[in-house]
């Protein structure tokens, strides 16, 4: 684990709201626009099912599997994972588990994974999830590389399910890359768009099948 990093991010989680944007408002100010990502070629659009919300999606993805989840923060989603998909394996990752509620973290399936989420991913033999969650880093970066090996451990058939598909550069948010990243991907692997489900401030999920 990069210590210096965590020092950053563990001091950057406890400034106030209004120190947070001034600095995201001087960063955006700084860098170049995030580029527009490619058109999704319709045919990998054909068989993907619209969902009302990210929650809903639960009850399509397997059962009783090996799910990951990167990015965990409190553990809100991942306690609805376990409740809905009843996982004989669920694995958060997180680069800090300070804010991780208690219930999730002592869940007898639950394994926790202290680290950056490329790299604690990759210690994983290939094909071994169900699906796996991407929330974690949003940039477009971040998200290439949770990408790049995520894809390796999914199993044929698997799911890589992607949170905030979103191309945002705000000051109340900062950038995501997610939509971009994604696009990218489906496109050059050749991954359907299976499900599409919907959110109120339009930070929607997807998630991608492997063949
Ligand atoms: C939006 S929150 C996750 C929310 C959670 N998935 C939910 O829906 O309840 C993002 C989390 O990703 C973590 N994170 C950010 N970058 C990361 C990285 N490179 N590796 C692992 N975790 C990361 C943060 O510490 C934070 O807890």
Request: net charge neutral; charged share 25%.
């Amino acid at each position: 684990m990069n210590v210096k990093y965590m020092l950053s991010h563990r001091l950057r989680s406890l400034l106030p709201e209004p120190i947070k944007r001034i600095l995201r408002a001087a960063r955006l100010g700084l860098t170049a626009p995030e580029p527009y990502s490619p058109q999704i070629p319709q045919a990998l659009l054909e068989s993907c099912k619209v969902l009302s919300d990210r929650f809903v999606l639960l009850e399509y993805l397997p059962k009783n599997g090996r799910v990951a989840e990167i990015g965990t923060l409190k553990g809100d989603y991942a306690r609805k994972i376990i409740d809905v998909c009843d996982p004989e394996e669920l694995h958060l990752i997180d680069i800090d588990f300070s804010q991780l509620a208690l219930d999730v973290s002592t869940n007898k399936i639950v394994k926790l994974h202290e680290g950056f989420s490329h790299k604690i991913l990759d210690t994983f033999p290939e094909n071994y999830f169900d699906w796996i969650y991407i929330d974690g880093d949003h940039t477009y970066e971040g998200v290439k590389r949770d990408i790049s090996v995520a894809m390796k451990k999914v199993k044929p058939g698997g799911f890589l399910v992607f949170n905030d598909f979103a191309r945002i550069a705000s000051v109340g948010l900062g950038t995501f890359g997610v939509h971009r990243a994604v696009c990218e991907f489906s496109i050059e692997y050749n991954w359907q768009f299976t499900y599409f489900c919907l959110d109120g401030d339009a930070l929607h999920d997807v998630a991608l099948r492997k063949r």
